[in-house]
């Protein structure tokens, strides 16, 4: 089992769920500088935070546009894997997934 299973099965699930009815529940709010619990944050195709249960000291924190739109290099049709450091002391085990 790969260290990123739990990350990529969440982004996968949530990628098929709204390929297939454009909507997805996210609900409460993760401090990603306080707990390592896993957290889900929706992009629309330009960048912008769309929902997200993701907090860093207050703002919701965003991936650059080059971890966002990565996938398209990637040998992993659709799907971008990073360690996001959004803040000194803060790495994060991340794994993108497009969706139509």
């Known amino acids: 089992m790969s260290a990123n299973d739990p ?3 969440m982004a996968e699930d949530l990628a098929v769920t709204l390929d297939h009815d ?6 409460g709010s993760i ?11 929706i992009y629309d195709s330009n960048g912008h935070i769309i ?3 993701t ?4 703002p919701k924190p965003t991936l650059s546009k080059g971890a ?3 996938h ?7 799907e971008n894997r990073v360690t996001w450091q959004p803040q000194s002391g803060v790495r994060l085990p991340t794994v993108i997934v497009a969706f139509k």
Do not use: E
């Not at 454009?22 to 609900?27: D, E, R, Y």
């Not at 907090?55 to 207050?58: A, M, Q, S, T």
């Not at 398209?72 to 659709?78: F, M, N, P, V, Y």
């Open 7 to 9: 990350q990529i099965q």
């Open 22 to 27: 454009g909507k997805a529940t996210i609900s």
């Open 31 to 41: 401090d990603i500088a306080r707990s390592l619990s896993p957290f889900t944050t």
């Open 51 to 53: 929902n997200s249960n």
């Open 55 to 58: 907090v860093l000291n207050g």
């Open 68 to 70: 966002l739109s990565g």
């Open 72 to 78: 398209k290099d990637s040998d992993r049709l659709g």
